[in-house]
């Protein structure tokens, strides 16, 4: 067993390095392995750019230890970098088995992680056709680099799915958003023997009042938060595909324990808005969702309140677009809102959301003046929007 250990590192130290297979059009061995888990889709955020989120898997293929100390995206027609990262870069979104909570930037022999990406770029740049990814490391026992061209993938270019909007009302919160917070472009789930990301683009709302809090009075009490009870309405035409509507209120504070699987998205309702797009509704109150499976919507009609069912540690309405009909284990797809108004940001981040959502005070808000109406973009993490009434 040492000796063919030995062996196989001899055969990267000669393959791997060689200058003579280096070129792109040989045959060569690779350190690493790597596939991209589902083709990006771009979409405009509320920012004015085009943003690139989809994940790149990278397997150590070697009996050493390899050191990822860079990545570069690159169009393939010129190969024109659109993203670069360093190691300590990827240290932070290099993700052992695809688990949030352990990023690190070096794979063991036979470990695999995930990447998850982010690229930014502007909305009139050319959108490439054709991705590929040039990661540069090390075999950590030989002391040697390695650089390698892996993972083409296409681009999709497709416009995003329309809808509109979820709440009616002022002061809505896109809690979780896109494009590089981790509770949902990183919850990348190993179920039915694949990952899936369903919530890739998910946004938790909630509602912030004139000063800027998300609650009032005791944090225990679901009633004490601004947004419990608002009505949930379809955001298209549809079908509905399934619903649930039994289950009772968490107790703010804290996500249950041992919650079934059948059980995270609380009351929920999956909506068929066409073309190939679903849209699940999550979290909202016992009793109050009004549809069921082969129901007939339309746009704007009240499907339900915003509650704290299911999966959630207070009053919420998770929202996301998918490409099939199970919450969990189809894929997240982009989406805009046709129409709402952007009123403030809070830059401080996600440790201010959550400081807020616990202590019941105020958000770092900075204003948006004078608002920005905006159409067919996506809300980022942390804007507060109003939609019409």
């Known amino acids: 067993m040492r000796s063919l250990f030995r062996t196989v590192l001899v055969l990267f130290a000669v393959f791997v390095f060689s200058p003579v297979v280096a070129r792109a059009a040989d045959t060569q061995l690779t350190p690493l392995v790597a596939d991209v888990l589902s083709a990006p889709w771009p979409v405009t955020g509320s920012d004015g750019k085009r943003h690139l989120v989809y994940e790149l898997r990278l397997g150590n293929a070697t009996p050493d230890a390899v050191e990822v100390k860079q990545i570069e995206v690159l169009d393939s027609s010129n190969e024109k970098i659109v993203l670069k990262l360093d190691q300590a870069a990827i240290a932070k979104r290099l993700s052992l088995g695809g688990r949030r909570g352990a990023e690190t930037s070096e794979l063991g ?122 009505d949930v309405h379809a955001v298209a035409d549809g079908t509905v595909v399934s619903s649930r509507n039994d289950l009772k209120e968490q107790v703010p504070g804290a996500l249950p324990t041992n919650l079934p699987v059948d059980e995270v998205d609380g009351n929920f309702v999956v909506l068929d808005i066409g073309g190939g797009a679903y849209v699940n509704y999550a979290h909202m109150q016992p009793g109050s969702v009004r549809v069921k499976a082969g129901d007939v919507v339309k746009r704007g009609a009240i499907i339900g309140k915003v509650g704290n069912t299911g999966n959630s540690q207070e009053p919420h309405l998770h929202l996301h677009v998918m490409d099939g009909p199970n919450p969990l284990t189809s894929d997240g797809i982009p989406y805009v809102i046709d129409q709402f108004m952007l009123t403030a940001i809070d830059h401080a981040g996600t440790a201010d959301f959550d400081k807020a959502a616990d202590s019941g005070g105020p958000l770092t808000l900075t204003k948006v003046s004078p608002p920005q109406q905006l159409g067919n973009v996506l809300p980022l993490d942390l804007t507060v929007v109003d939609f019409a009434q």
């Open 109 to 230: 022999s036979g470990q695999f992680g995930v990447v998850f990406l982010h690229i930014i770029s502007d909305v009139n740049e050319p959108l490439p056709k054709v991705i590929v990814h040039r990661i540069t490391g090390a075999l950590t026992q030989l002391g040697r680099d390695f650089e390698i061209t892996v993972a083409p993938t296409q681009v999709v270019d497709r416009a995003p799915v329309v809808i509109g909007a979820p709440l009616r009302g002022k002061g809505f919160l896109a809690g979780d958003g896109c494009c590089d917070t981790i509770r949902h472009v990183r919850a990348l789930l190993p179920l039915n023997g694949r990952f899936t990301l369903a919530q890739r683009f998910a946004i938790d709302w909630e509602q912030v009042d004139e000063e800027g809090r998300l609650l009032k009075g005791d944090p225990k009490l679901v009633t004490s938060y601004n947004i419990f009870g608002r």
